[in-house]
Nanobody, 127 residues
Framework: VQLQASGGGLVQAGASRRLSCLASGRAFNSYSVAWFRQGPEKEREFLAAVRYGTSRLYYSDSVKDRFIISRDNAKNTAYLHMNGLKPEDTAVYYC?????????????????????WGQGTQVTVTS
């Protein structure tokens, strides 16, 4: 599965932004999808995920009250709706999919367990 993330840009604090992740290749609805971000000189951070099939949602505590993950399987696209953006949200945002099979003890929250990544889209939040 190939992913292409888009929607980043320069935004003011308090604004909202929607990121998109377009998938191509194999059946998108068969995969869990997640969003991560990596700020300057920081580790890659899990933000949100939606599991295939059950559509169970996962959120990090740092964004659960402001960000919403969704997917539109008909459009092969996942979204990250970001509200109330803060300067500390400045980062490169990545979408990921093709999670390792459960037999490997995979977790939707672990970046190491995803095999396909988008190229990242930069979000810069100014105060």
């Amino acid at each position: 599965v190939q992913l292409q993330a888009s929607g980043g840009g320069l935004v003011q604090a308090g604004a909202s932004r929607r990121l998109s992740c377009l998938a191509s290749g194999r059946a998108f609805n068969s995969y869990s999808v997640a969003w991560f971000r990596q700020g300057p000189e920081k580790e890659r951070e899990f933000l949100a995920a939606v599991r295939y099939g059950t559509s169970r949602l996962y959120y990090s505590d740092s964004v659960k009250d402001r960000f919403i993950i969704s997917r539109d399987n008909a459009k092969n696209t996942a979204y990250l709706h970001m509200n109330g953006l803060k300067p500390e949200d400045t980062a490169v945002y990545y979408c990921a999919t093709d999670l390792l099979e459960p037999a490997y003890g995979s977790s939707e929250l672990d970046s190491a367990d995803y095999r396909s990544w988008g190229q990242g889209t930069q979000v810069t939040v100014t105060s």
